[in-house]
């Protein structure tokens, strides 16, 4: 029993120590995923005909990023999902893009706030493309220094450009993410 009491009495004074690694010249690698269900409405080039298609759709999203001063990260992220229509067609696309994201709180925090924003291209596939710019934000856990979870309310505007139609949506969603922090 007396174990178990110093176990936890250990790991409470590790965690209240742990400072994570958001300060100027680290780097972070990580990624974040999400299920999405959506419906979009498309309008048909050169007619006034609009057609409304239903899906859900799995997205993943790596990322590496730089610290370029104290909490502030800049970043490359390429993004994959796959994912059905109501019409039954298969959806796989792939972009690539960048963020930006600021920590609020201090480094020293076990739980920070994260705000991010992206922008994503993807090029033309299937003679259609993608953009997508993204807005994001929720808590951070940090469990050791250098090791975090996040759990992010995401809000996207996407617009799509094909031969033959055109359009723009809007999606909100829960994303989960996780990331390494890497000291200099």
């Known amino acids: ?20 690694q958001i300060t100027k010249g680290n780097w972070m690698v990580g990624g974040s995923g999400n299920f999405e269900s959506s419906s979009v409405q498309t309008n048909i080039k050169g ?17 590496v990023g730089y610290l370029i001063v104290d ?6 992220s390429p993004s994959f999902s796959i994912g059905r229509t109501n019409k039954d067609k298969n959806i796989t696309s792939y972009a690539i893009g960048g963020f930006a994201r600021y920590y ?33 934000t929720g808590p951070t856990l940090f469990f050791t220094d250098n ?3 996040e759990l992010t309310l995401n809000y996207k505007i996407t617009k799509f450009e094909s031969d033959f139609s055109s359009s723009k949506w809007k999606t909100f969603n829960i994303s989960m993410g996780f990331q390494i922090h890497l000291k200099k």
């Open 1 to 20: 029993m007396k174990s178990i009491k110093l176990f936890f009495i250990a790991t409470i004074l590790f965690a209240i120590s742990a400072n994570s």
């Open 47 to 63: 007619s006034n005909t609009t057609s409304t298609e239903t899906g859900k759709s799995l997205f993943l999203q790596p990322n």
């Open 104 to 136: 609020l709180l201090k480094p020293e925090k076990l739980i920070n706030i994260i705000t991010q924003i992206e922008y994503s291209y993807s090029p033309p596939q299937r003679n259609a493309s993608f953009e997508n710019l993204g807005f994001k």
């Open 71 to 76: 909490k502030f990260a800049v970043g490359l």
């Open 147 to 149: 090791v975090a979870l």
